[in-house]
C-alpha cells in the first residue's frame, strides 16, 4: 500500500499516534509511517528571525519533503489545520495522492476580499507587539496540564500527552515548544473560490471526520459547505470533540482502519 504521511501542526496527531488507541492500530496495518512537524511545530525549528509563517509555505515544504522521501504516491492524513494542508496538497498533487483522511478540517480557513485590508492591519499590529510579549513559563509538567486543561476542552489524560510531547525547557523552566509567531493572524488569506478549486482537483478517495461534540462552529459550518465539492467522499461523524483523537482515540482508529482496507 502507498505510505502514510502525517501532519502535526499542532503535534496532536503524532501525539495521538504515540499515545493510546491510534498507535496500537497503525503498527498492526503494513504501513510505513512518516509523521511531520511542520516548522515552528513540536520538534522542528523555529523560522528566523524577522520571517513569519505562510500557508503557502507548507505546501511547497510538504511537497519537497515527499520528493525527498523519493514516494511517487502517497496517503495522506491532517488534523484541523494540518487538514487544512492535506486538503490542499492533494488537490496540487492529484493522483499522487491516492487516499486522504481529514479530522476536522477540509481546506484552510478563508476569508472575504472586503476584510483584506482588516486582517492586514490585525497581522502587523500582533506582529509589532510580540517582542513586549512574553510566553508562559511552567515550573513542572503538572502546572502546565492545569493551565492547557483550563483553556481548551480536552480530557486531562489528552492534555497530559500533549504537554509531554509540546514542552521543552530553557533557563527559566518549561516552555511549549511552538513558535511564538504561529499565533499571529495570516497575513493573506486564500479565497473560497481558490480553496474550492484545490478541493475539485482532489482524485483520491477522501475520509472527512468530524466531531459530534466540537466547540468550533465556525469550523463545522465551513467543512459542510465544502463537502458536496469532494468527488470521492466518505464523511464520518464520530463522538467526541475536536480533538477526538485524542479523547476518543478507538473510534477514529475505527474508522480509519476501516478505511485504509
Known amino acids: 500500500p502507498p505510505p502514510l504521511f502525517f501532519f502535526n ?8 499516534q504515540e499515545s493510546r488507541g491510534l498507535g496500537d492500530v497503525y503498527k498492526r496495518q503494513d504501513w510505513r509511517l512518516v509523521s511531520l512537524d511542520m516548522p515552528g511545530h513540536g520538534h522542528s525549528s523555529h523560522r528566523p528571525p524577522g520571517t513569519s509563517y505562510h500557508f503557502v509555505d507548507m505546501l511547497f515544504e510538504v511537497v519537497e519533503v515527499l520528493d525527498q522521501l523519493g514516494w511517487e504516491e502517497c496517503s495522506l492524513i491532517g488534523h484541523s489545520m494540518g487538514a ?7 488537490g496540487i498533487l492529484r493522483k499522487r495522492v491516492k487516499r486522504l483522511i481529514l479530522v476536522e478540517g477540509l481546506g484552510p480557513l478563508s476569508q472575504p476580499a472586503e476584510k483584506v485590508t482588516e486582517l492586514m492591519r490585525d497581522s502587523i499590529q500582533q506582529w509589532n507587539s510580540l517582542k513586549t510579549k512574553k510566553s508562559p513559563v511552567y515550573q513542572n509538567r503538572e502546572e502546565a496540564v492545569r493551565a492547557r486543561h483550563f483553556a481548551g476542552k480536552l480530557k486531562k489524560s489528552s492534555v497530559e500527552t500533549l504537554v509531554a510531547r509540546g514542552l521543552g525547557e530553557n533557563t527559566d523552566g518549561l516552555v511549549w515548544r511552538s513558535d511564538p509567531r504561529l499565533r499571529i493572524k495570516s497575513r493573506l488569506y486564500l479565497s473560497e473560490a481558490q480553496i474550492l478549486q484545490m478541493i475539485q482537483d482532489i482524485t483520491a478517495q477522501v475520509l472527512v471526520i468530524e466531531a459530534e461534540d466540537t466547540d468550533t462552529r465556525r469550523w463545522v459550518d465551513l467543512l459542510r459547505s465544502r463537502l458536496g465539492f469532494v468527488k470521492n467522499l466518505d464523511h464520518r ?25
Open 237 to 261: 461523524i464520530l463522538p467526541g470533540g475536536h480533538h477526538l483523537h485524542l479523547d476518543e482515540p478507538q473510534f477514529v482508529a475505527s474508522a480509519i482502519k476501516d478505511f485504509l482496507k
Open 9 to 16: 501542526p499542532h503535534a496532536a496527531i503524532r501525539a495521538a
Open 84 to 90: 487544512g494542508v492535506a486538503t490542499c496538497v492533494a
